[in-house]
């Protein structure tokens, strides 16, 4: 069973920037791919960004050029770096790999 941790989002207004973390219980290291997604009141969830063991990414176009997507093996944790905050990506963010979930952790965009 793997367990994936979410931690480092919460209130910034516009412009601002929050780093997300995703631990995970077992080695990333063979994990070929992992992501973010996010869910917004009211609306479906939705895909942020990928990375690949090999370090390829993938983003959706409403963050490209603000977001940042890593992982680092040795610590078995991916983190989405945030720039530029706006106030449409409030939302609850997810990490997602090897078909499970984390837990969520919000991230509020507001003045």
């Known amino acids: 069973q793997v367990q994936l941790v979410e931690s480092g989002g919460g209130l910034v207004q516009p412009g601002g920037s929050l780093r997300l973390s995703c631990a995970a219980s077992i080695s990333i290291f063979s994990i070929d791919s992992m992501g973010w997604y996010r869910q917004a009141p009211g609306k479906q969830r939705e895909l942020v960004a990928t990375i690949t063991s090999g370090g390829t990414t993938n983003y959706a176009d409403s963050v490209k050029g603000r977001f940042t997507i890593s992982r680092d093996n040795a610590k078995n944790t991916v983190y989405l770096q945030m720039n530029s905050l706006k106030h449409e990506d409030t939302a609850v963010y997810y990490c997602?790999?090897?078909?499970?979930w984390g837990q969520g952790t919000q991230v509020t965009v507001s003045s």
């Open positions: 997602y790999a090897v078909n499970h």
